[in-house]
């Protein structure tokens, strides 16, 4: 992973040395649907995500950088656990029921993208690309087995991964273009114990604050 975030940042850098393109500011509001480790445990959830766009090679290639924190709720109220308990007078295995309830959880991290512009028709393009995301997670949770243990948390954990993206984007006028996105994000802590990913479907607005060659207006 560490190889990978390097030469993402590498590319990254090269193109800002070599920007001959045009820019982008975006808003847009994003479903993020839980899978991998947190599916198991949180509802979908729509998150605010604000980003910065760079273009060259005339529109043919893209950078994108931005920021998007997501809160979730609990899937259940209570979620049934057990442990296994061995040794002391009992030799043999004994399971003790508990339970768990995530009080609170959520998400926020930068992510950047590299994407190509696959398409080109009219006043639509459509992109596909590749990125990194780098964050933390939050979350309260309480933990309780009969008579054993009882546990209440409050964990900050760093997380990061890759993401995949391709969108349509839809020019509305010399300075606004609309799109529809939709991301896999393979994200887990930074330890890889625990699975973080999820699905993200978005719609937003770009504003164009700078130089949009001629020949991409109307």
Known sequence: ???????????FLSIAATHQGYAQLGFK?????????????FNK???????????FRAGKFRT??????????????????????????NPNPVYIPGYLVN?????????????????????FSVFGGLGIVMGKSHV???????????EEGNVDTIIEGLCFVADVEYQLSKHFDILAEGALNKI???????????????LGVNWVFFDRPKKEWF
């Open 140 to 150: 309260v949770y309480y933990r309780g087995f009969e008579t054993v243990i009882e």
């Open 45 to 55: 959830g729509i998150a605010p995500d604000i980003y910065y766009i760079d273009y």
């Open 188 to 202: 887990s802590s930074s330890d890889l114990t625990t699975s973080y990913g999820h699905s993200a479907f978005s």
């Open 64 to 89: 994108r950088v931005g920021f998007l924190y997501s809160k979730l709720s609990s899937r259940k109220d209570t979620v049934p656990q057990y442990m296994v308990q061995v040794g002391g007078f």
């Open 103 to 123: 009080r609170d959880f959520s998400m926020m991290y930068l992510h950047g993208d590299v994407s190509y512009r696959f398409l080109h028709i009219n006043k």
């Open 29 to 41: 509001l994003t479903e993020i649907v839980p899978n991998g480790d947190i599916g198991q445990f």
């Open 1 to 11: 992973m560490k190889n990978i975030r390097l030469l993402i940042i590498f590319i």
